[in-house]
């Protein structure tokens, strides 16, 4: 199942681990601004709470969301798909779940695995965190082998505008923003300024 939806370097966004006043408004102008794939992430959220943000996003957004958790929420909003742990889909196999899979990896070894179970897998940390203090980028996870497939490739740690042209020089199909877009305030100026600055790459083939 391949989920890249055309040539164009992808930018998701992964939301703040914590709810915060207007969340949804911001995250509808996000989508109308052209966000193509948000990663829904609450670690410490109850299903009660997930639900009711998912209730304040627009319909028509909900099939470019991909939940961390809370699985049954998927096929309640007819989300993109879901995230799991990549030790879970190893162990387990792939749910049945309609729409795509998702996971983390943080090793060469966690990528290769990942191409077998996973639509889409989050390599990190490309450069220093930040969101995380201290969580210190490890850089030849921007040259290790990745298995060419259907699997979307994101890069994901310490991803700035000015860093969007390394990642797609490196082959990623898509690059994730978290600490950039949240930590500094006026998150829809950040990401417009974000998508601007991808707008004219594009991916080179996956590296071997």
Known sequence: MNFILD???QL???TQEDFFPGEADVLNSMFEAGLSGLHLRKPQSSRYEMRALLRRIHADFHKRIVIHGHMALSAEFGLLGVHLPLGVLLEKGVPPVEGLVSCSTHTPAEVSAAARVADRAFISPVFDSISKKGYLGNA?????HRPQGNTLWVALGGITPERLP???SHGFGAAAALGYIWKGGQPLQRFETYQAAAATLR???AMN
Do not use: E, F, N, Q
Not at 140 to 144: F, M
């Open 12 to 14: 998701l966004v992964i």
């Open 140 to 144: 030849p996870l921007l040259t290790s």
């Open 166 to 168: 390394a990642v797609s």
């Open 7 to 9: 040539g164009r370097m």
């Open 203 to 205: 991916p080179v083939s």
